[in-house]
């Protein structure tokens, strides 16, 4: 299940409720109280775990040395170890590829089912709400039945690539290395595209028909307004579905453990699989830390710039 | 002419169905699946019907413990939820309603915090948890860390929901001398109610499905919720589908019928969160 992140700013400041003083009971102060209940929360929870996360890095963490708060620092050992491995090239590639793939194909179909639900007909709204099923299922069942849906022997996936004629031979999906990656990939996409969906809806949506109407007594045709009002009208709402997918892809997990923890030999492995891996399956800590440190960059730079984005719309 | 249209919208609605038939193939699948008998699983070609439906739910209720695991489950996913709504309801309040620089900067941090992946923030989390020995307590371990996963995204969502209530009703209660604590709770929380209970309800399906935390925060089985049960059931040369598939359909249906049940208020919740 993936989480949205918070865009604009839409709310209107009819003006602030004016405080006496930071007084708990009645001013100011009791927002301020509010907001660092939740503050101190995630800083303890998440802040904190965040820079010990880059402290560890930095350090000599493994099994002999997890409990004892006194750990070599190894500079930046760890990251030369981590980036020096064969494995990391295809590491890093099948991140990329596990990315790109997933947010365009999330995209193409998310878009492709807005427009098609976008058209009026008895039971749109409903029908388009049941796509979020799979959006909500926990991801370790999906990846569960995905699993069972892509077995090399008695897959079903198998059978109906067969019968359509498209493969004569049973593609062995999650055991051969080259294609284990596209078995996630498929399966994180049938999670993703309902997500997609419903947010371009909501941009669709809010286009006024009016503008259709003008463009189609001007002669325009379907095609033409696709590109000429949909395109330009939905610029924000694209920028951010993307931003979102690469977020949440970026966070996959469940999928690679259920499916194929990463293998065949790294086929299907990704950076955030493999800190994980280092950490609790070699108890290579300090390693894991740095693999979680770089993709906890990436993923820290893409949010800024969406959030950040958003902003500026809104002011402008 | 207006047979016409009649018959688009047919036309519409058919392709429409077949679009969600498609997509709902995996989830019906799951459910085929767990009522075939061992043989008919691995005929081929697969049927589509089960021939003599096995209804095994007792059976692997009891064999794959499901009991225990969906207990921990409900106790992770209420202990989410508890801590959730308590420490986030006021802080999306707050965010709601007061605009300062100040408060713009604790909105773009907790944004922040939301998008951190739990596969990567759990290394940090279980040398830490471990040194200051609150990994004796391992399912209040999970309910800390997922608490602190989620938080944010219901901070947000609850932001959206609260800036819809009008100020002035809240203004006139405190000119009736209402304090403001009063006027929150007498208030902006009943109006607020049903964006509230939309944004609990997704976090409490979320923490059931929580599956990261759990498996590295806590070594006894008998207290590991029901993701990391059915994935001990799933190794690599499974051969019991009909159980595995059973078991997810037990764990899942309830979800899905919740979903369907809520679909509209969930829809709404989400997209006004996600785009406001």
């Given at each position: 299940m993936t989480v949205p992140l918070s865009t604009t700013?839409?709310?209107?400041?009819?003006?602030?409720?004016?405080?006496?003083?930071?007084?708990?009971?009645?001013?100011?102060g009791l927002d301020r109280v509010l907001v660092w209940l939740t503050l101190g929360f995630l800083v303890a929870f998440s802040a904190l775990p965040l820079v010990y996360n880059v402290v560890m890095s930095f350090q000599s963490v493994d099994l002999f040395t997890?409990?004892?708060?006194?750990r070599p620092f190894v500079g930046l050992d760890n990251y030369k170890t981590v980036l020096s491995q064969r494995a990391t090239g295809t590491i890093v590639r099948n991140t990329a590829v596990f990315v790109g793939l997933s947010v365009a194909l999330q995209l193409t179909i998310g878009f492709g089912l807005a427009l098609y639900f976008q058209q009026r007909f008895p039971g749109s709204t409903w029908l388009r709400g049941l796509f979020l099923a799979g959006w909500i299922m926990p991801g370790l069942v999906v990846g569960g039945v995905w699993s069972w849906i892509l077995a090399g022997d008695f897959g079903v996936m198998n059978w109906a690539l067969q019968a359509t004629g498209i493969t004569s031979d049973k593609i062995f999906w999650l055991s051969d290395p080259s294609i284990a990656l596209y078995s996630v990939i498929i399966a994180n996409v049938w999670v993703g595209v309902p997500f997609n969906m419903i947010l371009l809806s909501v941009g669709l949506a809010a286009i006024p028909d009016d503008v259709y109407e003008a463009a189609e007594m001007d002669g325009a045709g379907r095609i033409w307004r696709f590109l000429t009002i949909t395109l330009p009208l939905m610029r924000a709402q694209l920028g951010a579905v993307i931003s979102l997918g690469i977020i949440f892809t970026l966070q996959q997990f469940d999928l690679f453990a259920a499916l194929t923890?990463?293998?065949?030999s790294n086929g299907s492995n990704v950076m955030q699989y493999w800190s994980w891996e280092l950490s609790?399956?070699?108890?290579r800590i300090g390693q894991g830390s740095a693999v979680s440190v770089l993709m906890i960059l990436v993923v820290i730079c893409v949010a800024a710039i969406y959030v950040r984005s958003t902003r500026h719309e809104h002011a402008a | 002419m207006l047979r016409d249209e009649r018959l688009t919208q047919f036309a519409l609605l058919f392709v429409a169905l077949a679009m969600v038939a498609t997509y709902m193939f995996p989830v019906y699948w799951m459910y085929v699946t767990a009522l075939k008998t061992g043989t008919e699983i691995t005929a081929w070609p697969p049927s589509f019907w089960p021939a003599n439906p096995d209804f095994a739910a007792v059976e692997v209720w009891q064999r794959m413990r499901m009991g225990t695991y969906l207990k921990n489950s409900a106790i992770i996913a209420v202990g989410v939820t508890a801590i959730v709504v308590v420490l986030g309801t006021g802080c999306g309040y707050a965010l709601a309603r007061v605009r300062s620089r100040w408060m713009d900067v604790a909105l773009f941090s907790i944004l922040m915090m939301q998008v951190l992946p739990s596969s990567l923030m759990i290394t940090p989390i279980f040398v830490s948890f471990s040194q200051i020995g609150l990994l004796d307590y391992p399912r209040t371990s999970v309910i800390l860390a997922q608490a602190a996963k989620v938080l944010p995204f219901y901070v947000v969502l609850t932001r959206a929901t609260f800036a819809q209530v009008p100020r002035e009703l809240e203004e006139s209660a405190l000119v009736e001398g209402n304090s403001r604590i009063g006027a929150f709770f007498s208030i902006n929380v009943p109006l607020a109610r049903n964006g509230i209970l939309v944004a609990a309800l997704l976090i409490f399906l979320q923490s059931l499905g929580e599956y990261v935390y759990s498996r590295s925060l806590i070594q006894s089985r008998a207290l590991q919720p029901a993701t990391v049960g059915l994935q001990s059931f799933?190794?690599?040369?499974?051969?019991d589908w009909q159980g595995v598939m059973t078991y997810a359909a037990i764990y899942v249906t309830p979800i899905i019928l919740f979903f369907v049940f809520l679909q509209r208020q969930i829809v709404s919740g989400l997209t006004s969160g996600a785009l406001k």
């Open positions: 700013d839409s709310i209107p400041t009819v003006g602030t409720i004016r405080a006496s003083g930071p007084s708990f009971r009645d001013g100011r997890i409990a004892s708060f006194d923890q990463g293998g065949p609790f399956q070699h108890y | 799933m190794g690599p040369n499974t051969s």
